[in-house]
């Protein structure tokens, strides 16, 4: 059975940094893509990043130059380190992962705020 568990999360004043980290488990099918998508409240989830198998990598223009995500493919883990934190940053941030055949798997999400 496939499992994302997502960490590191916390509470963090504005200009500071997090990383977040995702560890997947129960499948040796293949993955092609590992990224990350996060919730404030009241808004709809909304895409962050993503790492692709090559090693290519994409951001949200939101995040971008701010954000940098990375994997430890001896651990299964994928990272999301996050600098310059702002306010509106803050969210529950959920890690997935697309295997093939199986199909996208998700974390149940790390509450990241951002708060003075």
């Known amino acids: 059975q496939v499992q994302l568990v997502e960490s590191g999360g916390g509470l963090v004043q504005p200009g500071g940094s997090l990383k977040l980290s995702c560890a997947a488990s129960g499948s040796s099918c293949s993955i092609n893509a590992r990224g990350w998508y996060r919730q404030a409240q009241g808004k709809e989830r909304e895409f962050v990043a993503v790492?692709?198998?090559?090693?290519?990598?994409n951001y949200a223009d939101s995040v971008k130059g701010r954000v940098t995500i990375s994997r430890d493919n001896t651990k299964n883990t994928v990272y999301l380190q996050m600098n310059s934190l702002k306010a509106n940053d803050s969210a529950v941030y959920y890690c997935?992962?697309?295997?093939?055949?199986?199909?996208?798997?998700w974390g149940k999400g790390t509450l990241v705020t951002v708060s003075a």
């Open positions: 997935y992962a697309r295997y093939v055949p199986l199909g996208n798997y």
């Open positions: 790492i692709h198998s090559g090693g290519s990598t």
